[in-house]
């Protein structure tokens, strides 16, 4: 039997939900293509459209937040759990596995596997991760988490509570809004396969996204655009790009930002959040450095062709991830817990999608090991 390292190319799942092609460089996110939906949708419309197929009208989307902004507080128990995390000073990204985990206790219905309790379960989800992200980042930084304010969308929530109570600009909020669409979902990648795996084994959607969460947190898979933002910082002006950049390649570095295993030509989310941080940069953040961050992307690229012709390293989400997120005043800690905020509506969709047709997930290994080995009692082992 053929194998596959790493199951590359083999189709685990059909799915209505978003289309990769990594050839032609096209995300589709339930039959949008992204730089058509990132750059006008909020986060609550793509949330509405991956789980129904449709986007809203004026009264569903009304009807829709309404629902969102019900699931606004915190469990006393998640709280006990964020609290005990900040006193350890745990990274956010595991503050928010643990948590997540925790959701499962205020589900009203957690015998009832049907599609609205379900659905509900995704309600709860997805409203409540902003509200940990933001709580426990003041929490972590010694201050009592603020309550959530009425009649904000998910996004201006999540940087209400994360700033203590300032309420953010609209350019703020629109440059999350296109992020958080843009990450929203992408393909078969390994948090979303570990939540399917999880969900066919018939667990719970409370499982299946702590273990999407899990899958997050590898570098491997959620990226690193935190030292994507650190490299433009050290070079800080465009006429030492060159040379920091020759001696990092020099050197066998790898350029954060540059490279995708599925794209083999420029992935489509850094054009879609390279104009957004270009609008933020422009009317609300330091345009200098967006300036500074495209002529490095530009030296960058050569000199990775140079370096490593025919390996087709583009520009990759991470990179204006950095530029977007840091522009609207996220420390680079936050940057994996908001693309969790983002990915969990993709997450929700994917469960709820499994749990239609469901069928076991259960791939073959090949092995590889020793045959034939014969029993030695222990006193006679060498």
């Avoid at 969790?340 to 073959?364: D, F, K, Y």
Wanted: glycine fraction near 6%.
């Amino acid at each position: 039997m053929p194998t596959a390292s790493g199951l590359e190319n083999v189709i685990a799942a059909e799915t209505r939900l978003s289309m990769v092609d990594g050839t032609a460089g096209k995300l589709v996110i339930c039959g949008y293509p992204l730089e058509e939906i990132a750059p006008n949708a909020t986060y609550e419309e793509a949330l509405y459209l991956l789980w129904n197929g449709r986007l809203p009208n004026a009264k569903e989307l009304k009807d829709f937040e309404a629902e969102l902004e019900a699931e606004s507080s915190m469990p006393d128990s998640t709280l006990l759990v964020l609290k005990l995390a900040a006193k350890a000073k745990v990274p956010t990204m595991d503050a928010l596995r643990m948590a997540v985990s925790t959701l499962s206790v205020v589900d009203p219905k957690p015998a009832d596997e049907s599609i609205e309790s379900n659905r509900q379960r995704a309600v709860l989800l997805a409203a409540k991760f902003p509200i940990i992200v933001g709580s426990y980042w003041q929490l972590k930084n010694g201050k009592e988490p603020i309550k959530p304010k009425a009649k904000l969308s998910r996004a201006a929530q999540f940087l209400y509570l994360f700033s203590g109570g300032e309420t953010p600009s609209p350019e703020f909020v629109r440059a999350l809004n296109t992020y958080l669409v843009t990450v929203s979902d992408h393909g078969m990648n390994a948090s979303t396969f570990t939540a399917r795996v999880i969900t066919s084994t018939l667990s719970d959607m409370f499982s299946a996204v702590t273990g999407a969460i899990g899958a997050l947190k590898g570098p491997a898979h959620g990226g690193a655009p935190g030292p994507a933002l650190d490299m433009v910082f050290e070079i800080g002006k465009p006429e030492r790009a060159e040379e920091v950049i020759r001696r990092m390649l020099t050197h066998g570095d790898r350029l954060m930002g540059f490279g995708h295993r599925v794209y083999k030509v420029r992935d489509p989310r850094a054009d879609v959040l390279s104009a957004a941080a270009e609008k933020l940069y422009e009317k609300a953040a330091d345009r200098d450095l967006y300036d500074l961050a495209k002529y490095v992307e530009k030296v960058a690229l050569r000199l990775l062709e140079e370096y490593k012709p025919g390996r087709h390293l583009q520009t990759n989400v991470e990179y204006f991830t950095a530029m977007v997120l840091h522009g609207i005043g996220l420390p680079s800690e936050l940057f994996s817990p908001t693309f969790a905020i983002g990915r969990v509506s993709g997450w929700t969709a994917h469960v709820l999608e499994q749990q239609e047709n469901n069928r076991l997930i259960r791939p073959q290994s090949e092995y590889v090991g020793p045959r034939n080995l014969k029993w030695v009692p222990v006193e006679k082992r060498a």
